[in-house]
């Protein structure tokens, strides 16, 4: 029997809601996915794919869990097992096999992902991934735009239990109880994460028990192997969540029939007895004895169905093989999207008008102008909602000009800000989250590279999430270790990210607002020295004001070298530049403005003019994305170079905290100045 949220055993009805048909077609499923997991097994041992993992064991729990949805309604989040759920939700067996023989036609990656990740547009099931656990923050986000439109969706996500040890996990729970959003947490407790048992990952050895603290959510604790049982459960989860009555978590015990992969050897880690316990809870023959014993089918009828299913199978699989693999000229395709793939190249920067404006309070109005364009753009993170408005007031009265339902606080939780961001792109929203120091970003950074970064890529274009995350960098504030890091080299090795990195006040709301109004996810780098300071205030851009990323600036003309940089080291260029002109040498500042796109042109006729070259940037020097930039100089222009490319950057060291030491460890006017005079004197 189900155990309910209360820890008491619940009445097992007798009845089921669902159709003759309805049951006959969940069996169907329920066989289908046995025997495509049988299938694929073998097409792999043919070497006509090269990876499973299989669901052999929970398919009454998938099926179940499937019936009590509505298809193209309700949004899903499947986890890799949940072939036989996807199968009940519309996919197809000849899809499943698409994906598994890695064809051009698969639905849900176009061969670029294996087996396991499941999703189609038109059934709201964006394309799943590997990492364990993070589709629950994403499906809490999906909750959370259903809530604000006020529909009935409902949000399912899955996984098995070893994935339920994931801080992310338990911070999806927390938002979604503290927030009643339409979420169900469905956990599928095969007592395995790959070898490792229950026992050892979850205190109490269940999910179910430790949950149990979460005021709003509901909890059931079912047998996975009963049909009834688990869809009786899943029912009731789903009227509440529709009804606007709160998440719930719903427990599954299944048992896992196959090795954790097609590359694992379970006896390795499991008593052959385990093994046939187990065997003994196969919910496909407890499913057809409940059909025979309620009336439904006959033993007959039900050799028959196996049969036809067998034989479906067998065909959508040799239908599969038969189809187009990706052609490798689409290797490129679905990286990033359109807006910010061809920067305009008559792009004329306008003469700004409005009064002098210092960055923080245009990155505000920025913030404003576009709320009130997009009614489905919103913002949140730690601190951003008034009386604070954000700890450097970037969103100071917003949240009171646009309400707290466009404008909130989130917990302070990284990924879960990320995470939760994610899932309202993919509903169609506009999320611009703020991360309040770049040096906290890193609990995310799951999020950022394999979820925000990937999700266009990995579904072969058919889902996207332009998310766009704010986030204060950079040091000379004496902020120390954890208030000065710059984090661009880091996310310049993420394909899928835009980097836009301002240096003034009117470049940072242009580019604010092409963020925003583009479908790139973008990591948006403010630096926090350069909020007030003057010499990085500017006139005002008017509300219409776009300035298109790619699109590098010549802050000063120069003949005899060039400096390539980008935020706060674009003035400390100049001063030295300024200096060096005294001595007779004309200097070139070339401000980056984006570095993803990077505008190589600009780079590269700045070069070819003077023949020398010095990259300066903020980030330490080793492996910093000066040296990229180096390294295409030295590919493009190495016959125009009169000398080695140069570099300045900060030590290979944490920023300290100690005025004398911070200016030591950081790149400095004077440290430019040096360099530029050994680079004149080459």
């Keep these: 029997m189900p155990t309910t949220q209360t820890g008491v055993a619940a009445k097992q009805p007798s009845k089921i809601k669902l159709s003759r048909e309805e049951l006959l077609h969940a069996y169907r499923v329920m066989l289908t996915a046995r025997r495509a997991d049988e299938k694929i097994l073998i097409l792999l041992k043919q070497g006509k794919c090269f990876f499973h993992i299989g669901g052999s064991g929970h398919e009454a729990a998938q099926v179940a869990a499937a019936a009590a949805l509505r298809p193209g309604h309700d949004w899903c989040f499947p986890y890799y097992r949940d072939m036989a759920f996807a199968l009940q939700m519309g996919m197809t067996a000849e899809e499943m096999f698409l994906i598994s023989l890695h064809r051009a036609e698969d639905p849900a990656t176009g061969g670029r992902q294996p087996q396991g990740h499941f999703g189609r547009t038109d059934l709201r099931m964006p394309t799943q991934s590997s990492p364990t656990g993070t589709q629950y923050l994403q499906a809490v986000g999906v909750a959370m735009g259903a809530k604000k439109e006020g529909t009935d969706e409902v949000v399912y996500v899955s996984s098995g239990e070893g994935s339920t040890s994931e801080g992310e996990f338990f911070e999806a729970v927390n938002w979604a109880a503290r927030e009643a959003y339409p979420a169900i947490f469905f956990v599928e407790d095969n007592r395995l994460a790959i070898s490792v048992p229950v026992q050892h990952q979850t205190a109490g050895a269940s999910i179910f028990e430790a949950v149990s603290g979460f005021r709003g959510l509901d909890r059931y604790d079912v047998d996975g192997s009963n049909f009834v049982e688990v869809f009786n459960v899943m029912q009731k989860a789903v009227e509440r969540a529709r009804k606007g009555g709160g998440p719930s978590l719903i427990r599954a015990n299944v048992v896992r029939l196959l090795p954790h992969s097609s590359s694992d050897d379970q006896l390795k880690y499991r008593s052959k007895e385990e093994v046939e316990r187990d065997k003994a809870r196969d919910p496909i023959p ?115 000009k646009f309400g707290e339902d466009r404008a909130f606080n989130s917990p302070l939780a990284e990924a879960s800000i990320i995470g939760v961001a994610i899932g309202l792109a993919l509903k169609g929203w506009k999320p611009v989250p703020e991360i309040q120091f770049a040096d906290y970003i890193w609990p995310a950074f799951m999020q950022i590279r394999d979820e925000l970064a990937m999700f266009r890529y990995r579904s072969n274009g058919t889902w996207s999430c332009p998310v766009i995350i704010r986030t204060p960098v950079g040091g000379y504030i004496h902020g120390g270790h954890y208030h000065s890091q710059c984090i661009e080299g880091i996310m310049a090795h993420i394909p899928g990210i835009r980097l836009a990195f301002p240096s003034n006040a009117a470049d940072a709301k242009g580019l604010l607002k092409a963020a925003i109004r583009g479908d790139d996810p973008v990591i948006f780098m403010e630096h926090k020295g350069l909020y007030r300071q003057g010499y990085a205030a500017s006139s005002e851009p008017d509300a219409d004001y776009v300035l298109p990323f790619g699109i590098a600036a010549v802050k000063r003309e120069g003949t005899d070298v060039t400096v390539i940089t980008y935020g706060a080291l674009v003035q400390r260029s100049l001063e030295a530049a300024r200096k060096l002109e005294e001595k007779g040498t004309s200097v070139e500042v070339v401000d980056l403005r984006t570095l993803d796109p990077l505008d190589e042109d600009a780079i590269y006729s700045s070069v070819k003019k003077t023949g020398k070259v010095l990259v300066a940037h903020e980030d330490t020097l080793t492996a910093g994305f000066g040296a990229e930039i180096a390294a295409r100089i030295a590919q493009n222009c190495f016959e125009h170079l009169d000398a080695p490319v140069r570099r300045v950057a900060a030590l290979d060291m944490p920023v300290p905290y100690s005025p004398p030491l911070e200016n030591a460890m950081l790149p400095n006017e004077a440290k430019i100045l040096a360099a530029l005079e050994e680079l004149a004197s080459y």
């Design 286 to 400: 407890k499913m057809t004895h409940f059909l025979i014993e309620e009336g439904f089918i006959t033993d007959k009828d039900a050799t028959v169905i196996q049969a036809e299913v067998k034989e479906a199978v067998d065909a959508a699989a040799d239908w599969a093989e038969s189809r187009p693999l990706p052609d490798p000229a689409t290797v490129s395709l679905h990286v990033y999207g359109s807006a910010h793939a061809s920067p305009p190249k008559d792009f004329v920067e306008p003469e700004h008008r409005g009064p002098k404006v210092v960055m923080v309070d245009a990155i505000n109005h920025a913030l404003k102008e576009e709320m009130e364009r997009n009614p489905k753009m919103i913002i949140f993170g730690q601190d951003i909602a008034d009386g604070k408005g954000g700890v450097f007031t970037a969103t100071k009265g917003i949240s009171t």
